[in-house]
Every structure is written in structure tokens, then in C-alpha cells.
């Protein structure tokens, strides 16, 4: 704001200043994203899937569990994607499902940022055993093979029977709480680097409690990291979450997910002759994840201060 | 070198060790067991309680893990239940159809991936860049189930060139050549699958390395003092260039042992994941906890093979 006021002053005071216009770091990045036609592209996709799911569903007159006696009908006039093994409209299930897919990416990496953003952030600042046992918890969850043990928890929820409902939400918190590492290290690599600048020096002139330097001074400049992997890592939740649907240990029946509506692929007829069934959910996923990777890279891009195009 | 590698190997015991805690106590959370999978309504009471006597599932956790513990550090993981075998054994006998599926797949991506990834770094933002730059952003988002459920779908119903699932044909009695190529063809469609999820992401590696090397002075030095195009890309820039993918290869060698679960499962590949998968679903609780540990010491030697490979490429980098 204040620099746009002493543009506006200087330009108005000399005519010669003209093409010195200072850009705030904010602008630079949003110019360079309209610039980068992929990113562009993810924006169109992506705005386009979740006007899908999220307004779509008012258009159509059909919940994701409405049961009819057109069972396993092709596409038509009455149902566009036609019907499943229930008789319920593939176009409404695909709307809700996607609803559930990008909840549970978003979800996931919110949870997954603040874990790793925190404890990051407290390993970097505070250093000495403080860090050396945060990295020694991060070091041991970055062991974890995350598949077979998301599978394990899956199939533990199946034996504790563990709602439709729930299930969402567990998925959501175990999804966060296995892939914060990585964050986790990055932040506090940034944050080694930063807490020996002169402006932290400054904070500690000012007598700052240690809460505040860490919220309000170091953890603003590592904004730009966490967009870009929290970015990435949505892509990749939703990628998780729909392998995981797919294999029965994700979100279950009656809940549409991508993924779990994908499962129907198991039964040679419906794979062989109703491909209606699941070659639209995978579609879904495969334009989702590349509309949020193409924004992730887009991001990368125009937050890096080195580029120059 | 040396002091350091010894360090980092003695510090991954600790790690292991809480590991395992957390997965014995994940994997026994569970109500049932592998009798309850198996018990058939005709099982009287005292059988099924013979049974978890026999596999030691009458105990508490605590003792339970005691004991697979003391067994697991002397290198004995147990009987798997369903295989009635020993883990290792188990293991031993399905990891190298993993990787061989893995490292074909491996090698196949990066024979593709370094020469367009290159390309794509000279010729920046031209429309060979900008059509591979999509088509890596295709491959970077496949769900690897999609892509294994289509090619099956393409390949092996609708053309019915090529078997749909397993390793050999049933039935077949194939030896030698015959058999070779018999698993070829049902190595074929898993590799294809794999190859194509994973050569975005190397092709992104490459470039982003290779364009990283064509901005520094040394290349423009090299241009200037009259050097032809080809020897400036591929005689100077390319050797710094395929540093860190270098490690990176380094560093994904031990993933080529941990199997693809979902790619292997669908395709019935008799490997590791698929192997690891049906233990969870059969609560085969020694096998999965066998199979888990394997995982996590493979994840643990690639972040120290990554460590280890940075410092041997880049002298600038001190280990301590």
C-alpha cells in the first residue's frame, strides 16, 4: 500500500520516472504467474473441478446415495454418466465424490503444515536437544513407510468398523500427521539460516518474547515454502487418498470418493463392458492432481527471487 | 567418510527400535487376529484357543513384542501364518521379482527422461519444452491404478495382446527360452505402468539440474571463447549437470527392493508389495511386521545413501 502511494507521488512529481514503476514483492508474483501459461492452466482446471463439486450438485437432481431401478444403465438422456450397481447417477457421485477428494487433500495438508511448520520452526530457533530431539521424532516418521502403514490403519478402521463418516476424518488426520516431515525439515532449514539475520537481532534488541519472534518475524518469511509444498503436497494427498479409496481402505461406501468409486474396476464385467463406471472418476483424478501441480510449479516459480524472465 | 557411515548405521538402530514399537502396537490394536480371519463357524471355542495358543496370540502385547523383538535382532521374524514359512524366507523369495519389475522400469525411465530433460533445458520454452513440460505434468499425476486398470483394459481385453495379470501363464510348463519370454510378456504391461508414472518426475529432475548449469558463467565462458554448441551442452554443462541426478539415482536404489504395492496387486505380480498387501488384508501379523521393518530399513539406507552421495559429488559439504 505505502508503496503504491510513492509510486503515485513520484510519478505524478516526474514525468522521467515513468518507467521505474516499484512493484511490491506481491505483484512481482502475481504478474509472473499470469505470465506462466501452465499455471494459468491448473487455475482453469482447477476453478472449472470445483465449480463441478461444489456448485454442480445443486444442478443436478440426484443425491450420491439416491437408489433407483436403473441399475447399471449406460449413459443417457435421464442419467449422462448413467447409473451404477444401485441405480445411482454417476454424474451426481462423481460431483460429491470430488467434493470428498479435495476435502480430505485440503484438510490433510492443513493439518500437515501446522505440525511441521511448528515443530520446524521450534527445532530451527530453539537448536541444541530442543532440535536434536524434534529431527529425531522427524527422522523417525520420515522412516515410516507411508503406504503399508496407511494401509495397516485402514484396514485396523475396517476391523473397529469405524463409520463412513469417520473414516473421512481419520483419513484427514492420518494423512497430515505421516507427511509433516518433510515440511518440517525445510522450515527448519530456512529458519537456521534466518534466526542469525541482523532483523532477528533487532527482535531480540526490542526484548521479544521467544512466541512472538517465532510467529510474527521468522515463520512470515518462510510463507513462501510452505505455499509451494502445501501446494504440491494436495496433489499428492489427493493421489493418496484415491489409491487408498480404490483398495477398499479409504472413504467406504455410501460416501463417494474418486477413488472408491474406481473399486467397481475390481468386477471383470463392469471393467470390461461398463467402463463408464470408473473411467470418469479417474479422469477426474488425473485433471485434479494436474491442475494443482501445474499452480504448485507455477508458484515455485514465481516466488523464487533468482528467476528473471 | 568412513566414522560417519559407522555412526549414521548405529543410529538407525534406535530409529528401528521405535519403529517397531509403533507398528507392533498399530498392527495388535487390532480386534482380530489371523485365527479370526481364518476361524470357520465350524471351530469349536477350545480349537480356535489351541490355535492363538500355538501362534502366541493368547499373550499380552507387551510380552508379544518382547519376544518377536529378542527373535528379530538374532534375524528371526517369525513364521509368516498364512506362508507357514519363515519371513525371511518369505521375503527373500518375492523381493527379487519386485526388482526386477522395479529396475527395468527404473532404468527405462531414465533412458527416456535424461535425454528429453536435456532437450528440454536448451531449447527452453520452445514447443518441444513446452509440449514435454505437459506431457511430464500427465505423468507426474497418473493415479498409478488408473493407469495400470487402463493399460489392462487397452492391452490385454480390447487388443488381447497381452496376458492380463501374474508372472508366467498358468499351466505353463514353458523352461528356457519359451519361459523367458512367457514372463516378458507379463512383465510388459507392470513396467510400461511404472515406467510411465515415474518418468515425469525424472524428466523434471534433469531439466531443472541441466538449466541450473547453462546459466553460469563457466558456460558462457565456454561459449565465448568459441566452443561449439554441442561440446559446450554435453562435455561441459552435462557433467555438472547429472551431479545431483546422479544421487538421486543413488539414493532411489534401495526403493527398487520395497516393491510397488498397487501396481503389483493389480497386476497380480507375484512381488514384494503385492506379497505385503495380502498380509495386511489376511492379518499375517508377522509377515506385515517383517515386511514393515524391510520398508523402513530401506527408506533409512536411501536417506543415507543421499547423505553419503552429496558430500562424495560436492567436496564443499563436511560430514560429521
Known amino acids: ?309 | 567418510m568412513i566414522q560417519y557411515t559407522v555412526k549414521r548405521v548405529l543410529k538407525m538402530i534406535p530409529t528401528l527400535l521405535v519403529i517397531s514399537v509403533i507398528f507392533f502396537a498399530i498392527v495388535n490394536m487390532t480386534p482380530g487376529d489371523f485365527v479370526d480371519a481364518k476361524a470357520n463357524p465350524n471351530m469349536s471355542a477350545e480349537k480356535i484357543a489351541d490355535l492363538k495358543a500355538i501362534y502366541g496370540l493368547d499373550k499380552p502385547i507387551p510380552i508379544r513384542y518382547v519376544n518377536w523383538a529378542k527373535n528379530a535382532i538374532q534375524g528371526n521374524f517369525g513364521d509368516s501364518l498364512k506362508f507357514k514359512q519363515p519371513v525371511t524366507t518369505v521375503l527373500k523369495s518375492y523381493v527379487w521379482n519386485s526388482f526386477s519389475l522395479a529396475a527395468i522400469s527404473f532404468a527405462l525411465s531414465l533412458l527416456v527422461a535424461i535425454p528429453i530433460g536435456i532437450i528440454s533445458a536448451t531449447k527452453q520454452y520452445s514447443a518441444f519444452d513446452r509440449t514435454f513440460t505437459l506431457l511430464t505434468f500427465i505423468s507426474i499425476s497418473l493415479p498409478s491404478f488408473f493407469v495400470a486398470l487402463i493399460s489392462i483394459k487397452i492391452f490385454s481385453l480390447d487388443l488381447a495382446v497381452l496376458p492380463i495379470g501374474g508372472m508366467t501363464t498358468a499351466g505353463s510348463k514353458a523352461t528356457g527360452i519359451a519361459n523367458f519370454i512367457d514372463i516378458l510378456k507379463h512383465m510388459f504391461l507392470p513396467v510400461f505402468s511404472l515406467t510411465l508414472i515415474q518418468v515425469g518426475s525424472w524428466v523434471r529432475y534433469v531439466r531443472t539440474s541441466m538449466l541450473e548449469v547453462i546459466r553460469q558463467d563457466y558456460i558462457r565462458t565456454a561459449r565465448a571463447k568459441g566452443l561449439k554448441e554441442k561440446v559446450v551442452i554435453y562435455k561441459h554443462a552435462l557433467r555438472n549437470g547429472l551431479i545431483p541426478i546422479v544421487t538421486f539415482i543413488g539414493m532411489s536404489i534401495p526403493g527398487l527392493f520395497a516393491g510397488a504395492i498397487i501396481t503389483e496387486t493389480i497386476f497380480t505380480w507375484p512381488g514384494i508389495g503385492k506379497i505385503g498387501y495380502e498380509a495386511i488384508l489376511n492379518r499375517d501379523y508377522t509377515l506385515v511386521m517383517g515386511f514393515n521393518i524391510f520398508m523402513a530399513v530401506l527408506t533409512l539406507l536411501g536417506n543415507l545413501l543421499s547423505d553419503i552421495l552429496y558430500a562424495v559429488v560436492d567436496p564443499r559439504i563436511k560430514l560429521k
Not at chain 1, 10 to 34: C, F, H, M
Not at chain 1, 74 to 94: C, E, H, V
Not at chain 1, 159 to 175: H, N, P, T, Y
Not at chain 1, 178 to 195: D, F, H, M, T
Open chain 1, 1 to 309: 500500500m505505502m508503496e503504491n502511494a510513492i509510486n503515485k507521488k513520484s510519478k505524478a512529481g516526474n514525468s522521467k520516472d515513468k518507467d521505474q514503476i516499484i512493484e511490491t514483492p506481491g505483484q512481482i508474483v502475481i504478474k509472473r504467474l499470469l505470465k506462466n501459461r501452465f499455471a494459468m492452466l491448473g487455475f482453469g482446471l482447477l476453478i472449472a473441478i470445483i465449480l463441478f463439486s461444489f456448485v454442480g450438485p445443486l444442478f443436478v437432481k440426484y443425491g450420491y446415495n439416491t437408489q433407483s431401478s436403473n441399475v447399471k444403465m449406460p449413459p443417457s438422456a435421464i442419467n449422462i454418466l448413467g447409473t451404477d450397481y444401485l441405480g445411482r447417477d454417476m454424474l451426481a457421485r462423481l460431483m460429491y465424490g470430488g467434493r470428498i477428494s479435495i476435502l480430505v487433500g485440503v484438510v490433510s495438508v492443513v493439518i500437515e503444515i501446522i505440525i511441521g511448520t511448528l515443530i520446524g520452526a521450534a527445532a530451527g530457533y530453539y537448536g541444541g536437544k530442543v532440535d536434536n530431539i524434534l529431527m529425531a521424532i522427524t527422522d523417525i516418521f520420515l522412516a515410516l513407510p507411508f503406504l503399508p502403514v496407511i494401509l495397516v490403519l485402514g484396514s485396523l478402521m475396517s476391523d473397529l468398523k469405524v463409520g463412513s463418516e469417520m473414516r473421512i476424518f481419520a483419513l484427514m488426520f492420518i494423512l497430515g500427521i505421516l507427511s509433516w516431515p518433510s515440511i518440517a525439515r525445510l522450515v527448519r532449514a530456512e529458519i537456521l539460516s534466518l534466526r542469525e539475520q541482523e532483523f532477528m537481532q533487532a527482535t531480540e534488541a526490542l526484548g521479544l518474547k521467544d512466541i512472538r519472534k517465532i510467529v510474527k518475524h521468522l515463520i512470515p518469511n518462510v510463507v513462501p515454502t510452505i505455499i509451494v509444498n502445501a501446494t504440491l503436497g494436495v496433489a499428492s494427498a489427493i493421489l493418496t487418498e484415491s489409491a487408498l479409496s480404490y483398495l477398499g481402505m479409504g472413504v467406504t461406501e455410501p460416501i463417494p470418493s474418486w477413488g472408491n468409486m474406481m473399486t467397481v474396476a475390481n468386477k471383470l464385467a463392469d471393467f470390461q463392458k461398463r467402463q463408464w463406471l470408473w473411467i470418469p472418476p479417474g479422469i477426474c483424478i488425473l485433471v485434479t492432481v494436474m491442475a494443482v501441480n501445474l499452480i504448485g510449479d507455477g508458484l515455485r516459480d514465481a516466488l523464487d527471487p533468482k528467476m528473471k524472465r
